[in-house]
């Protein structure tokens, strides 16, 4: 039992280490001077394709934003309207009536439902040299895109770019702060360091672009995908393109504001997540080259950390009621001290490399390992759930759609 | 407020992290702290606050790392867990103190740099000579050129280069040539400004070429009666305005660079 006990410790380890390291490369790749993407004699086309279901509450707002985007090339923006019942339509529609550049797609109804049929219809109908992806929620910077461009087109073996995303709506409450948190931490960071040591992006699921050639070589999105994120990083990956990470290209997103939303959110996340664990078993060939680090960290992060949880509560519990008597000789107190200050440190790195430290931040970040990420386990157990009922069952995935807040509310698509 | 919030702040946690280490630490223990403390400070004033933090990082996670190695398979009551967690602590406040002490330094450094320079922009006269400043300049040129193309008017701009092998020589020449094209030209209707380095530029408003050469003729009368000084030891260029205030902006700013000469 102690060599089964040690054995899973050893291996919790290796994963801190392991992300401790991405911590300091991300920090390094932060601090250089010369990240930044230079400007190109000629801009290739790019379309931005914006799916939405139901977005009245915010898809002015993300159209407001994409009027004001500067870029020098050919720029066409699609709203891909999958039969929205409330005013997205109608918005869209006064968007493209006063725009030449802004497009109003009705996406034609059709099965599996979810972003990745409407962004595969979505390529379809447009034409250019870059596919661009942007949340309906989403407000980017005037230059984000110019910049995701600048760097996919001097990045050689570049098949696209990815930016950073930041929560618009932040100081609403403890969960929105801890949100941003979490998103500066594990995926800027995160991603910063992946880049920086092993020339590693992931795609975020917006604020990205890709090349029109290389979608079309790979097939596009994979439909049943839930997500087509991670999914389409592991495709591109397998095929030897580099996915830039480019974090001045930052857009604004709003992120659930309760609880319920969130873990709505979050399962079908992890459910997306179980997916690509599933078939990235079934699949060796994503387990070659520099595939091998995707695929190890969604397999450490989703079975070997779980179950390194699992065991060590279950062995908590036994040794509370006295089923079992540890002769361990680990030092419990300074494993648990250690993993605390090793979350900490992540979450104060990311705030400082993106240069927003402030005080109730560091806070939040002091109790959001006995709180937020103690949730890890709860997800993956729903998401676990429903994974394997949807299996039982034979039945396409359904698109569970975050619902978007207005003034506090919110208002479910 | 805020500033003075922050250093009190640093100056708090630097003392407490020093008392505590004369407190728990043995001597070698106490050395280690604050030599760590003195490198990680030494590097950030050398290099950079985010490169810093970089080592401040390596430095926290390894000592986490080192204390899981070194107690890894050892019985220790809890008593002694948590005093080497309290060891841990002092180590990792005191090097976050020394970090935070050279990072405020540093940033008050880079905001009295920036400062200086949105001072230098502001500011309407080039100190030495009374010439205006660039910025000043071209805020004056654009109203200027404006109104003479409304009235149909021509313009024109000249642009001196000091020229001479050694600086301390070029600078006088300057500070010499600057006062005479002053006296040479119209008070209320030109314009002389800084073009750069030891380059002047002056903008004669309404008037054609000979307006130009009555000019160049009354600086050549003044630069003989100066001291010391001869129409061979700066050159110029004359200018035709153009069409409107962005060709002479974009002109102007290429000699401003150094482009043009």
């Known amino acids: 039992m102690n060599t089964v006990f040690n054995l899973v410790a050893i291996c919790f380890w290796l994963l801190l280490l392991y992300y401790s390291i991405l911590t300091v490369g991300g920090i390094l790749f932060r601090a250089k001077k010369n990240s930044k993407t230079k400007s190109l004699e000629h801009y290739p086309s790019v379309a931005v394709l914006i799916p939405a279901h139901n977005e009245g509450v915010v898809i002015a707002d993300t159209l407001h934003a994409m009027s004001k985007l500067e870029y020098p090339g050919e720029l066409h923006i699609y709203v891909l309207n999958d039969s929205s019942k409330d005013e997205t339509g109608e918005i869209a529609q006064y968007y493209d009536d006063s725009y030449a550049h802004i497009h109003h797609i009705e996406v034609p109804p059709g099965t599996p439902r979810g972003k990745s049929r409407v962004l595969n219809y979505g390529i379809s109908i447009s034409q250019s040299d870059y596919i661009a992806v942007y949340d309906a929620d989403n407000q980017p910077e005037p230059h984000a895109l110019r910049l995701l461009v600048e760097a996919a087109e001097t990045t ?97 997103e709003q992120e659930p504001e309760n609880f319920k939303v969130w873990l709505k959110q979050r399962t079908r996340w992890m459910q997306g997540n179980l997916y690509l664990i599933e078939k990235t078993i079934k699949n060796p060939r994503l387990f070659r080259g520099r595939n091998f680090i995707h695929s190890a960290q969604l397999l450490l992060v989703y079975i070997c950390f ?57 806070l939040v970040s002091f109790l959001m390992y006995f709180s937020y990420a103690q949730m890890w386990l709860i997800l993956l157990v729903r998401g676990a759930y429903y994974h394997i009922k949807l299996k039982l069952t034979k039945k396409e995935p359904i698109w569970d759609k975050t619902a978007r807040f207005k003034q506090g509310k919110n208002i479910v698509g | 407020m805020q500033n003075k919030m922050t250093s009190m702040m640093i100056f ?245 660079r150094g482009n043009a000469s």
């Open chain 1, 156 to 252: 050689p073996q570049a098949v696209g770019a990815v930016g950073y995303v930041k929560t618009i709506n932040e100081s609403r409450n403890a969960l929105t702060r801890m949100i941003a948190l979490e998103f500066s931490a594990f995926q800027l960071l995160m991603q910063a360091g992946r880049w920086e040591l092993f020339k590693l992006g992931s795609l975020t699921g917006t604020n990205l672009i890709i090349r029109r050639d290389i979608l079309e070589q790979v097939g596009g999105y994979d439909s049943y995908a839930l997500a087509e994120d991670a999914d389409l990083t592991l495709t591109l990956t397998d095929i030897g393109g580099l996915l830039p990470i480019v974090p001045e290209a930052r857009t604004w």
């Open chain 1, 306 to 362: 779980v179950f390194f949880l699992l065991m060590s509560d279950l062995w908590f519990l036994l040794g509370l009621t006295g089923k079992v008597h540890s002769s361990a000789t680990t030092p419990l107190l300074i494993l648990w001290f250690e993993s605390w200050l090793m979350y900490y440190v992540q979450l104060v790195t990311a705030q400082m490399s993106d240069k927003t430290l402030r005080p109730l931040d560091l």
């Open chain 2, 12 to 256: 708090i946690l630097l003392y407490i992290s020093t008392i505590l280490g004369v407190l728990y630490l043995n001597t070698h223990e106490l050395l280690f702290m604050l030599l760590a403390s003195f490198l990680i400070g030494l590097f950030v004033l050398f290099t950079s606050s985010m490169l810093g933090f970089a080592l401040l990082i390596v430095y926290v996670l390894g000592h986490g790392f080192y204390s899981v190695g070194v107690t890894w398979g050892k019985e220790i009551n809890i008593n002694i867990q948590s005093i080497q967690i309290l060891k841990q602590c002092i180590y990792t406040l005191s090097a976050v103190a020394s970090w935070l002490l050279i990072y405020s330094i540093n940033k008050a450094r880079e905001s009295y740099i920036s400062l200086e320079k949105e001072v230098i922009e502001l500011r309407k006269f080039e100190p030495s000579t009374d010439i205006l400043t660039f910025n000043e300049f071209m805020e004056r040129a654009k109203l200027l050129i404006t109104g003479m193309r409304r009235r149909g008017e021509t313009a024109y701009y000249l642009v001196f280069e000091v020229i001479g092998e050694k600086d301390y020589q070029k600078r006088v020449v300057y500070e010499k040539l600057t006062k005479l094209l002053l006296q040479s030209v119209r008070v209320n209707y030109d314009l002389v400004g800084k073009g750069g380095h030891n380059r002047i530029i002056v903008l004669l408003s309404n008037t054609n070429e000979e307006g130009v050469q009555i000019v160049l003729q009354r600086l050549a009368q003044k630069v003989d009666a100066e001291y010391n000084l001869t129409l061979k030891d700066f050159i110029y260029s004359i200018h035709d305005v153009g069409d409107d205030f962005a060709t002479f902006s974009e002109a102007v700013a290429s000699w401003k």
